[in-house]
């Protein structure tokens, strides 16, 4: 973690750069994990939760276990994370599903090959570099800072701020979750077929604005470089985020 940090200081510049320290945070991330784990597996069980029994490890891993852990090609520089004990069980051919309420394996499912989706995912990672490359040249990231993108009107630059937030992060869209919790309303949807594609094109218009959205400043690091562009549009997604406790009390008492 130290030597992550100092990383950082030594080599960060402006823009959101790929370089080592990426993926030395993600081998940060997974020995902590990891150290949890191990800290886990030496209490009692009736101090674990659910979901640290699931991964609580009761021995030491050997060093070549924790090596190939650490370096498994598929998620060493990027991710995404997992725990030791779902790794061991994937080296010896075990894949478990674990009931979540009494915490024992609930099936067993044995692997299949993997070559073809290995290689099907390998494709699909050549589309969305080719994706990102095209787009990223047509909305570089400097453009969000020119005086061009100021001069758009204020829709207009919402949806360049979409589209820019999916050519850069294209695989992280989360859908909104705000309004399928409310039964009543999710009733009156149901019941009303035009209110429900009106609220589907809504989500998918707040999915794709506010994506991009969030991403200004991971992407442009610097308060002066994502105040420029968040000030652009007004700061309007903090305004509706920050408005939402009111919002939700006004969805629950008149839906």
Known sequence: MAYLLCGYYMTSTDDYDIKWTMPQCVLALRLIGLSFNLLDGQKPEEELSTSQKQVALKELPTFLEIAAF???P????VGPQFSMKRYLDYVHGRYTII???SNSVKEEIELHDCIIPGISRMFLGFIYLIYYQLGTSYIPNQYLLSAEFQEQTFFKRLSIIGFWGHVNLYKYICLTQILTKQQKL???LKSHPALQILTRILMMMHTFVFMGYSLICFIFLSYPRYHHVYSSV???GHIIY???PFISILIKTFF
């Open 242 to 244: 920050l408005s939402y």
């Open 74 to 77: 598929g998620s060493f520089l």
């Open 186 to 188: 999710q009733s009156l």
């Open 99 to 101: 009931d979540k309420d």
């Open 70 to 72: 650490t370096y498994f």
């Open 234 to 236: 007004y700061y309007c």
